[in-house]
């Protein structure tokens, strides 16, 4: 199967209300971003800077995703919606990720050298989510929507919060066939706070 046909059947897979190939190919800026992106790293690895640039800047123009030319990106990669996706120079993908719209993968400042970070095989993205800086996220892992990432993600953990904390590594692949939960995290965050309040509701009904 070409490179093409694998990123179409990955969408059908991921996406609920994907209908067709064809369909797909026509209509998903997440694709036409990965075809772009394509060309665009080509021009950037045989040094044709300017031509690079600005084709991954016609691609913003069409999809509202921003791809840096030098950004590695694995097969497969599934980009939902993809409306205010911003991804760093330095970043790496691997393979069958999924990211949702609203993602940055960017750096922590104005660092020369590898300054974004490496996304594993795997991976779900969930909307609005920040991972900033040059470290990894590992294999099979989940950022949950909204998080500030700032450090490296363990293989197989689910993180949240901002900035995000690891909580869970379940040491199972995710499976993203039908199980792109995005919202069914809890934060630790939130559950401090209520572990707080049910103490001093105690401490209250014993001084009383």
Request: aromatic share 6%.
């Amino acid at each position: 199967m070409t490179h093409l046909g694998e990123l179409l059947q990955a969408y059908q897979e991921r996406d609920p209300a994907a209908r067709s190939r064809l369909e797909i190919f026509l209509l998903y800026p997440g694709v036409h971003a990965v075809l772009f992106h394509r060309v665009s790293h080509w021009l950037w690895r045989h040094r044709l800077h300017f031509l690079a640039r600005l084709n991954s800047q016609f691609a913003r123009f069409l999809t509202g995703i921003e791809i840096h030319p030098g950004a590695q990106i694995g097969r497969r990669l599934v980009i939902d919606h993809g409306m205010g996706i911003v991804i760093g120079e330095t970043t790496q993908i691997g393979d069958d990720c999924l990211i949702y719209h609203g993602v940055t993968l960017g750096g922590t400042g104005k660092d020369k050298g590898k300054r974004h970070p490496t996304i594993g095989n795997h991976v779900l993205i969930a909307c609005g989510a920040k991972i900033l800086g040059p470290f990894c996220v590992g294999d099979n892992s989940r950022v949950a929507a909204n998080s500030v990432v700032l450090s490296e993600v363990p293989e197989n953990a689910t993180v949240v919060g901002a900035p995000a904390q690891v909580v869970s590594i379940s040491g199972v692949r995710t499976d993203f066939v039908g199980q792109v939960d995005q919202i069914g995290i809890d934060d630790p965050v939130q559950q401090q706070l209520q572990d707080l309040e049910r103490r001093l509701q105690k401490m209250e009904e014993g001084s009383k």
